[in-house]
């Protein structure tokens, strides 16, 4: 048990992980207190849902974490090392799968707003 106690305690204690988990809360914190300041937030399980469990909405927090796990590893590693070229791919899918994903539900929104205004235009509500 002592072992596994001293396993979390380095896990917790390494530079990367501190680095993208930092990150992450940083973000959820900004967006929360975006809503919050919006009036988006409604309850008390509103703001512990967003702050953290809920994804989506930008600033995004995924794109967050994986930009400083890039940023640590380039800085602890060097730019010559195997790790910094695994996570800057992985900077990179995340990041255009973020902007894909973003830029489609925009175009739906607007698919989805002209059906709505030709339900309306012929009666149907």
């Not at 090392?81 to 973020?98: G, N, P, Q």
């Not at 709505?116 to 149907?124: D, S, V």
């Amino acid at each position: 048990m002592t072992e596994v106690i001293a396993q979390v305690k380095l896990f917790f204690s390494n530079q990367i992980v501190l680095s993208c988990l930092f990150s992450w809360f940083c973000c959820q914190v900004i967006k929360t207190l975006i809503n919050l300041f919006t009036s988006r937030i409604t309850s008390a399980r509103d703001f512990f849902d967003l702050l953290l469990f809920r994804t989506g909405s930008m600033p995004s927090s995924h794109s967050s974490l994986v930009a400083a796990l890039t940023t640590t590893v380039l800085f602890m590693r060097g730019l010559n090392d195997e790790l910094t070229l695994v996570s800057l791919c992985f900077y990179l899918v995340t990041i255009r799968d973020a902007v894909g994903v973003r830029r489609a539900s925009g175009e739906q929104a607007v698919k989805i707003n002209e059906m709505g205004e030709l339900l309306k235009r012929n009666g149907i509500d």
